[in-house]
């Protein structure tokens, strides 16, 4: 029977900790790993702009022996109102698995739906759960746990915010939101969490006792037109020096890039020594490796 990954929620708590303790092995086998996908292809339909997701899925697949087909929706016969249900059934003729990279979360939950391979939610507009599981791996690599921490997701509680919540709801790790009036999580994300998950006002609330400090960019794709407001409305919910230090001595700071340095953090920070930002874009590769087995060998 195969499986998707909509969203982390899809995964058991064991399955998480299972990804992740399968992609530190691979990232310390580096080339050496076995060539498990050899012979199988992952299609990538992509609408949404791209530089890790794609970089660290098509190695992923690569290093793993398999192949990738990269797909822009646009040069698709998804941008002629082609039924879903046709091309998912096609598509499942050709391809061991597809990532999805979107603005609409129905369109992959309708993929996935009528596909008879897996399907991977690679960003749509209520989630991005492969980049919270390379997070989640980050934190363990550098804190020893994805489960007796505290973590601080200061800004926007946009999708990526949506897959932290899932992440805590499951492992059970003490999520502190801290985002302005008109940018919090959607209710529905927040439906069904307990105490460890707590929305915040105050971002130096957020961050103290916390051993991590996440964020993510003010204006997202798709909301360029909204720039001034939104750079106006986050002002004082910067990672900067000051509200670094408010937090624990041995803070790690991450960000799931591109980051707009000045904005949402500092160059000063994010080029820091608390900075792990560049440890966690890489361990993309090595958490997509994980996945991309999982999903396709256990699918056979």
Same mark, same amino acid.
């Given at each position: 029977m195969k499986k998707d990954l909509l969203s982390i929620s899809d995964l058991s708590k064991e399955e998480i900790i299972a990804l992740i303790n399968r992609a530190i092995e691979i990232k310390s086998k580096g080339r050496n790993i076995k060539r498990s996908l050899e012979g199988y292809t992952l299609g990538l339909i992509f609408?949404?702009? =791209?530089?890790?997701? &794609?970089?660290s899925f098509e190695v992923a697949m690569f290093r793993l022996g398999g192949q990738t087909i990269f797909l822009n929706r646009a040069d698709t016969q998804l941008s002629r109102d082609e039924n879903i249900h046709d091309t998912a059934k096609v598509l499942s003729r050709y391809l061991d698995a597809v990532a999805i990279r979107t603005y609409s979360q129905k369109l992959?939950?309708?993929?996935?739906?009528? /596909?008879?391979?897996?399907v991977i939610n690679?960003? =749509?507009?209520? %989630?991005?759960? %492969?980049?919270?599981?390379?997070?989640? +791996?980050?934190?363990?690599?550098?804190?020893?746990t994805v489960e007796k921490i505290r973590?601080? *997701?200061?800004?926007?509680?946009? #999708?990526? /915010?949506? !897959? *932290?919540?899932? @992440?805590? &709801?499951?492992?059970g790790f003490e999520l502190v939101i801290a !985002?302005?009036?008109?940018?919090?999580?959607?209710?529905?994300?927040?439906e069904g969490s307990g105490d460890n998950i707590k929305v915040v006002d105050d971002p130096y609330e957020a961050v103290k006792g916390s051993s991590v400090i996440n964020t993510d960019v003010w204006v997202s794709m798709g909301q360029e037109k909204e720039r001034a407001k939104r750079v106006s409305d986050f002002k004082g919910y910067q990672l900067d020096a000051s509200l670094i /230090? /408010? @937090?624990?001595?041995?803070?790690?700071? +991450?960000?799931?890039?591109p980051a707009h340095r000045g904005e949402e953090i500092t160059g000063e920070v994010l080029d820091g020594s608390?900075?792990?930002?560049?440890?966690q874009a890489e #361990?993309?590769?090595?958490l997509h490796q994980a996945l991309l087995e999982k999903l396709i060998l256990t699918t056979l």
């Open positions: 609408e949404k702009a =791209s530089t890790r997701t &794609r970089v992959i939950e309708d993929m996935a739906r009528f /596909a008879d391979i897996p690679a960003l =749509s507009d209520l %989630c991005h759960p %492969c980049q919270v599981l390379s997070d989640l +791996m980050t934190v363990k690599e550098k804190k020893g973590i601080a *997701w200061i800004g926007d509680g946009n #999708n990526v /915010a949506n !897959s *932290w919540i899932h @992440a805590a &709801r499951i492992l !985002s302005p009036p008109g940018y919090k999580p959607l209710p529905e994300a927040l /230090a /408010a @937090a624990n001595k041995d803070v790690v700071v +991450m960000h799931c890039l608390k900075s792990i930002v560049f440890d #361990n993309k590769l090595h």
